[in-house]
């Protein structure tokens, strides 16, 4: 109900925004991408209140590095409290369960481009709300390996980018400037420690000129071990970034759901 209250909020601010033209480029939304439901006139995302509703948002308790929520209010949870990471903060709207996790694997796996373009709408509104993204940052998605994104035609991660674009005023790291070569090895489940060395070098910065000196904000649809935010951030930094934050929009909490979905540099086939 807060995220509720929180969209009724600003719609006063987004109506402007609406009328000001944008819907020469972006359409009012109609219909909710999930249930097909009617929208108002004053809908923000496509998706309607009661799919919203199903959103378990994190909420007050999260760690201050990875956004991970935590049973109690603390300062990092275990993970940021032993690992040094390379990026300043990730922060992650929901957590990856139930509703959310079949509309992400729809995302990815079905490909239901439209709700990737929704679902980061959500993303960049909540963004842009919590001022999660500092002002001086660029955006970049994570980039998908490159025979996997020739195989789907997409980058989930670049979706969510485009939806959340709508609301965060930021411009966009040249396309390109960090690629993810295909690589190599055996595709069998990994521990945290395990994968966060065997994603070492998974990230290539084509240009370093392009992120010299920059604050760069990475976007990817959900944060898992954070092994992948730290590769790119540790490339980047070396590459002459001047710092690195992250925004997700689902966090996992389970270790099943970790380790079932933690990015590994191997081909997987799906
Ligand atoms: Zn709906
Ligand atoms: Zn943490």
Request: net charge positive; hydrophobic share 40%.
């Amino acid at each position: 109900m807060l995220f509720i209250k929180f969209l009724d909020s600003i719609a006063g601010h987004i109506q402007g925004v609406w009328q000001g033209g944008l819907e020469l480029v972006f359409p009012a939304p109609t219909i909710c991408l999930i249930c097909g439901g009617t929208l108002g006139t004053r809908a923000l995302v496509e998706l309607c209140q009661a799919c919203l509703g199903r959103l378990s948002l994190v909420k007050d308790n999260f760690c201050q590095r990875c956004g991970r929520p935590q049973p109690q209010a603390r300062n990092y949870c275990v993970d940021c409290g032993e690992l040094e990471h390379f990026f300043v903060k990730n922060r992650a709207v929901a957590i990856y369960d139930g509703a959310l996790k079949e509309q992400i694997r729809e995302v990815k796996y079905q490909y239901n481009r439209r709700l990737g373009l929704a679902l980061g709408q959500i993303l960049g509104l909540v963004a842009h709300r919590m001022a999660w993204v500092p002002r001086d940052a660029y955006l970049v998605a994570v980039p998908l390996h490159e025979t996997r994104l020739r195989r789907r035609g997409y980058n989930q991660a670049e979706l969510i980018l485009q939806g959340a674009m709508q609301y965060l005023n930021r411009p966009l790291l040249p396309p390109g400037s960090i690629t993810r070569p295909d690589a190599t090895g055996a595709s069998n489940r990994l521990g945290p420690r395990e994968r966060r060395a065997n994603l070492r070098g998974a990230f290539k910065v084509a240009r370093p000129a392009l992120v010299d000196g920059k604050v760069l904000c990475v976007v990817d649809d959900i944060y898992t071990t954070g092994a992948t935010l730290d590769e790119m951030a540790r490339v980047l930094l070396y590459a002459g970034a001047k710092e690195i934050h992250g925004i997700t929009l689902a966090i996992a909490i389970t270790d099943q759901d970790i380790l079932d979905i933690a990015p590994i540099t191997t081909l997987e086939t799906w």
